[in-house]
């Protein structure tokens, strides 16, 4: 599954871009530090906005295009930022033959966003994963950790409305 890029305009601090500059100071030049860079950059800003991405390059010296490659690969990276509510759908075979794609275009007529994707607001993000590990309760989603099983596609509005 392909990772979305961020709709949302970039909002970072002077203080994690200060962070981030330390990261990249501290990786001395070291082109073998991207992964630690990135893992870091993450964990300052929650995800890797393409503005960071060319910062991390930028400051190591490497292609943007070498970034975006690596964030793209590990599953680890999000190019996207979380929302405070974080949906994850299952879409591994048990949830999906019980009807959990139907879960998830509701989710997504709901919320107005696609999987890998933030609302406006920033409360929910959504994602499609292959196996949350309750398959006797198909389909199943989790919202942050909370799990949710033997969905319809009717049930959606109101489990929603529990985050509002």
Aim: glycine share 8%.
């Amino acid at each position: 599954m392909l990772k979305k890029i961020s709709k949302l305009p970039f909002k970072g601090t002077e203080e994690q871009e200060k962070r981030l500059r330390a990261a990249i100071d501290g990786a001395n030049g070291d082109k073998n530090r991207l992964m630690a860079v990135m893992q870091e950059a993450q964990e300052i800003y929650g995800y890797l906005p393409y503005e960071v991405q060319c910062m991390i390059a930028e400051g190591l010296d490497v292609p943007v295009e070498k970034v975006y490659g690596v964030a793209t690969f590990y599953a680890q990276f999000a190019l996207s930022p979380k929302g405070k509510y974080n949906i994850s759908v299952c879409l591994g075979t048990a949830c999906y033959v019980k009807g959990s794609q139907q879960v998830l275009d509701k989710l997504c007529d709901e919320l107005k966003i696609e999987p890998g994707e933030c609302t406006d607001d920033t409360k929910f993000s959504l994602e499609a994963c292959r196996c949350i590990g309750a398959c006797g309760l198909a389909p199943v989603m989790m919202i942050n950790e909370d799990v949710y099983g033997r969905l319809t596609p009717d049930m959606v509005p109101g489990i929603l409305q529990k985050y509002e």
